[in-house]
C-alpha cells in the first residue's frame, strides 16, 4: 500500500516547471481569452452607457438581455456550423454585440441597434432561422 503516484489531469509532454499550464501556452486558448475579454469590456461600455440613462445595472431586464443574447449567440453559431460558415473571432464578436442590442430592445431597452437593422454579416439567413422573417416577406409589406 505505498503511495499511488497522483497522475495530472492534464499532462503537457512540454512543460517545463509544475506552476505552467500548458493551456497558458496554447495560442487558441489565448486568442479566445482575447474574445472574452473584447466582449466583456463591450459589455461594461454598454452598461455605462445604459447608466446614463438612468438604467440601474441591478436591474432584473440587464440579466434576462444577458441570458438572451448568450441563447440567441449559441444557436446562431450552431446553425451557421451546420451551414459550412467557418467563425472567426471577428464574426463571434460581431454577432454577440448584435444580438445583445437585439435582446436589449426585445426587453423595452432601446440603447443600440435591433439586429435587423444591424449590418452584421449573415444576417439575412441568421433573421430567417432566429425569427422567422426573410427578405421577400419583409419588402412586401
Known amino acids: 500500500m505505498g503511495g499511488a503516484v497522483k497522475k495530472k489531469r492534464f499532462p503537457d509532454p512540454e ?3 509544475e ?5 497558458d501556452r496554447d495560442p487558441a486558448i489565448k486568442a ?5 475579454k473584447n466582449l ?3 459589455e461594461e461600455r ?3 452607457k445604459l447608466q446614463r440613462e438612468h ?5 432584473p431586464k440587464l440579466r434576462r438581455v ?7 449567440h449559441t444557436r446562431v453559431l450552431k446553425y451557421l456550423a451546420r451551414n459550412g460558415v467557418a467563425w472567426t473571432h471577428d464574426l463571434y464578436e460581431e454577432l454577440f454585440m448584435a444580438l445583445f442590442d437585439h435582446a436589449l430592445a426585445e426587453n423595452g431597452i432601446y440603447a443600440g441597434v435591433p439586429f435587423q437593422k444591424s449590418r452584421c454579416r449573415y444576417k439575412v439567413e441568421i433573421e430567417q432561422h432566429l425569427f422567422g422573417t426573410s427578405r421577400e ?4 409589406s
Do not use: C, N, Q, Y
Not at 444577458?66 to 440567441?72: I, P
Not at 416577406?137 to 412586401?140: E, F, G, I, R, Y
Open 15 to 17: 512543460a517545463r516547471g
Open 19 to 23: 506552476g505552467v499550464p500548458f493551456w
Open 137 to 140: 416577406a419583409s419588402t412586401d
Open 32 to 36: 479566445m481569452r482575447r474574445v472574452f
Open 55 to 59: 438604467i440601474p445595472t441591478w436591474d
Open 40 to 42: 466583456e469590456r463591450w
Open 46 to 48: 454598454k452598461l455605462r
Open 66 to 72: 444577458h441570458e438572451r443574447a448568450v441563447r440567441l
